[in-house]
């Protein structure tokens, strides 16, 4: 069982706020352990978590209220556009919305060119 594994959401409260701590003590910043603490800040239920996971992540130098804001920023706005179908739908409607304003572009440049000559 890994200190990443055992500040996840399926360990004990006290398990995962110790296994937080650990992780800043240790120095380990790589970009898995800091995910797993920034999570662990956003949606962990405990309190006793999420002060252990703020205390590591400025321990590691990192900013922990602008991550929970981004975080939380990006959640809010995911849980808005729904399923995932919902979303590669926004996302394909996005491209074609771009394909054709750049197809417009090119349409109107070609009638100024003629006019030109």
């Given at each position: 069982?890994?200190?990443?594994?055992?500040?996840?959401?399926?360990?004990?409260y006290?398990?995962?706020?110790?296994?937080?701590?650990?992780?800043?003590?240790?120095?380990?910043?790589?970009?898995?352990?800091?995910?797993?603490?920034?999570?662990r800040?956003?949606?962990?239920?405990?309190?006793?978590?999420?002060?252990?996971?703020?205390?590591?992540?400025?321990?590691?130098g990192l900013?922990?209220?602008?991550d929970?804001?981004?975080?939380a920023?990006?959640?809010?706005?995911?849980?808005?556009?729904?399923?995932?179908?919902?979303?590669?739908?926004?996302?394909?409607?996005?491209?074609?919305?771009?394909s054709?304003?750049?197809?417009?572009?090119?349409?109107l440049?070609?009638?100024?060119?003629?006019?030109?000559?």
């Amino acid at each position: 069982l890994t200190l990443r594994t055992s500040s996840g959401i399926n360990a004990e409260y006290g398990v995962r706020a110790a296994a937080c701590t650990v992780l800043a003590i240790l120095r380990v910043d790589r970009e898995d352990v800091v995910n797993v603490l920034r999570d662990r800040l956003t949606a962990d239920a405990d309190v006793e978590v999420k002060k252990a996971s703020t205390h590591a992540l400025l321990m590691l130098g990192l900013k922990p209220k602008k991550d929970a804001s981004l975080i939380a920023a990006i959640k809010d706005a995911v849980k808005k556009l729904g399923s995932k179908e919902a979303i590669l739908s926004s996302i394909i409607n996005a491209d074609s919305r771009s394909s054709a304003m750049l197809d417009q572009t090119e349409t109107l440049r070609s009638r100024e060119l003629k006019n030109i000559c």
